[in-house]
């Protein structure tokens, strides 16, 4: 297998893992205050600048960038926005429903 499969399917399980602890780190931040709209506007906006920065440190990917057609963009607008309800929605049942840990 080729490293670029290797690192895309590292960064997809971490992405995943990394998603699916968001609310054990949500429960302690309810705690201190922070609601979950705050909450969700402090993550997406990390995530944007470290995505941004990622995406800007590779040549190939700048490059990319630029032969994007506006149908692409489109798409990749709605996915956006798909995925920002989504997100909404699952925060703010976490809010409702905490997450707990059972002992198998």
């Not at 920065?53 to 963009?73: E, Y």
């Amino acid at each position: 297998m080729d490293r670029r499969r290797v690192v895309g399917i590292a960064l997809a399980a971490l992405a995943g893992a990394a998603y699916g602890t968001g609310p054990l780190f949500a429960k302690g931040v309810y705690g201190a205050g922070l609601d979950w709209i705050a909450l969700l506007a402090w993550r997406f906006l990390f995530a944007t600048l470290v995505s941004w920065a990622w995406l800007l440190a590779q040549p190939r990917a700048r490059a990319a960038l630029s032969q994007l057609d506006r149908r692409t963009i489109g798409r990749l607008l709605f996915t956006g926005a798909f995925f920002v309800v989504n997100a909404s929605v699952s925060t703010r049942r976490s809010r409702r429903f905490p997450p707990r840990l059972k002992p198998c």
